[in-house]
């Protein structure tokens, strides 16, 4: 009995520590928040039951290590995550007999900022709750972040970085390819505070809302959370929505909430409820995971028992076939629902889905439909062999854990849709007025056949200005956004061509690497296409599975006689002549040091033992580090930069 306890901790770490890889790390989702709930909570127990606890436990670790080129830098004090619950008598219980402060727990990114003399300098995510990322330059176009405030000391602050639905909607709108459309405003959120270029972020009204105060000397805050939030309003902070309450008022404002959020503006995963005496709370100190002077409430999910219709098949441009739940209709949270993605065949075959089941379902933060739980686990769904379009063979693929399912037919007609639809979007060619409804209907008269075709549309001027829903204006807005496209660089060209698995961000990278020439990058090798930092095996392989395709080159050869291909500026290969650096610590992004002090050479940099008044930078991971070059670098005035400082330097984008 002990073993299989054992067992099955170890089975539920493993499964959790993926899911919240997913999440976290890769923006993705590999299973509904209320099934990882269910398996923590299932976990936890068993802990306590046992008594083990496995040190990569997600009940004891926060988070993921950050993996991004921003720069880190470790948090003064480590930022802990609150013990949860989804009972009303637990708050209860927790207040006893003191006053408390409710406020929403919103659902974005946990941002800390820093000001000194009254400006702002600093801004860090909370990244792994340790070491964070530094994103100074994008806080800085928060739409209603101050960039000074009255107060001259130094202030510490957290909160939290959102994007509006309203936004959320607006941007997704905006993307014509389905399959790149964001999931929620998370997502959306994470993507967007994380930028290397903040005239991005701007572009995509992130907001802050100040949560937790957590430096401010010589301000006498009367001991009290709600005075600091006050304090901090009249300082120019918005500060996230809260309320003074006791126990025997605390159902009343979870009830006041839940009843707010039907039509909240702001993505929220539940409410947070903080004792309003700070010392008291203080005083309680913390566990390994947990502060103890707070807890979050997550929302007890409306859920509803209905039937399993059917599964329906949804394919995407890349092949990929999607499993959606369709099922009688049911009303969740004020509107009516008869659909949820499954996601993948691996969350399909754990809920055991069967046509008839009686299936639980929910909406995920009371937006996203979501299946809970299957009553009747028949497991009678039949994988389909045949794509549902074209009715070519599919077949079922492992990737990243999970199994999913592709139409192997290269000529499948969903695919040729959403391939041009991606073709055409923003961040690719960038045309307008070829919606996806558009382009199938000029698929279907033969005029697309191949992208090139796309710049050659007015072959079929006269029958364009005279289909439906179309004329002569909405014709010359079409070819005149044809014509800007013709103007474009290799990075766009590369993204747009739809490979599988390359995003813009991998597009730049492969681009960059061979020096943005698209006849080395057509011609990459496996070998050499995994050299490059952030493009594994499985990018490598699709990339030149893709140019092996005779009909895939003629096609980008005939593509590339209708454009006109922008050069891409490139920093010199000597840009750090004459820079003198000092190299102490580990390194992160390169094998070793010895491999960092190539690499400055390699671009007319020198590389020394020692900091002198010579030395331009010390490049050092651990700014918080008391180590003789740290020292005697701040006695020297030298700059101390992280590695991922120094990649932003030598950076060619």
Known sequence: MMDEKNGRIRELVNILNKASKAYYQDSTEIMSNFEYDRLYDELSELEKETGIILSNSPTVNVGYEVLSRLPKETHESPMLSLDKTKDVSALQDFLGDKSGIISWKLDGLTVVLTYNDGELIKAVTRGNGVVGEVITGNAKVFKNIPLKIAYKGELIIRGEAVIKYSDFERINAEITDGES????????CSGSVRQLNNEITSKRNVNFYAFALIKAADIDFHNSIAYQFEWLRQQGFDVVEHYTTDSAHVDERVHFFAEKIKEFELPSD?????????????????TSKFPRNGIAFKWQDETALTKLL?????????????????????????TTVSRASVHNISIMEELMLGIGDEIEVYKANMIIPQIAENKTRSGNITIPEYCP?????????NI???????????????KKIKLYTHFVSRDAMNIDGLSEETLEKFIDKGYIHEFADIYKLDRYEDNIVNTKGFGRKSYDNLWAS?????????????????????????????????????????????????????????????FTDYFKSEKNNEALDNLLNELKLEEI??????IL???????????????????????????????????????????????????????????LGVTVITENQFLDMISLD
């Open 181 to 188: 459309k964001y999931k929620n405003p998370r997502n959306l």
């Open 270 to 286: 539940g409410l947070v409820l903080m004792y309003d005496d700070i010392e008291y709370g203080n005083s309680l100190g913390t």
């Open 310 to 334: 059917h599964i329906e098949w949804s394919p995407s441009r890349t092949g990929l076939i999607n499993p959606v739940a369709v099922f009688e209709p049911v009303e969740l949270e004020g």
């Open 389 to 397: 379009v074209c009715n070519g063979k599919t077949q079922i693929q």
């Open 400 to 414: 990243n854990g999970a199994k999913t399912l592709y139409c192997t037919n290269p000529e499948c007609q969903s």
């Open 482 to 542: 044809v014509n800007n496209s013709r103007n474009t660089n290799v990075i766009r060209l590369v993204y747009s061509l739809g490979i599988l698995n390359v995003g813009l961000a991998n597009a730049k990278l492969i681009c960059k690497y061979f020096d943005y020439d698209i006849m080395k990058i057509r011609s990459a090798g496996i070998e050499e296409l995994t050299e490059i930092e952030g493009v594994g095996a499985v990018i490598a392989g699709t």
């Open 569 to 574: 500026t490139k920093k010199s290969d000597d």
């Open 577 to 635: 002549k004459e820079k003198v650096f000092v190299i102490t610590g580990k390194v992160n992004e390169f094998a070793n040091r010895n491999a960092l002090k190539e690499k400055i050479e390699e671009l007319g940099g020198k590389v020394t033992g020692s900091v002198s008044s010579n030395t331009d930078y010390l490049i050092n991971n651990d700014a918080t580090s008391n180590s003789t070059k740290n020292k005697k670098a701040k006695e």
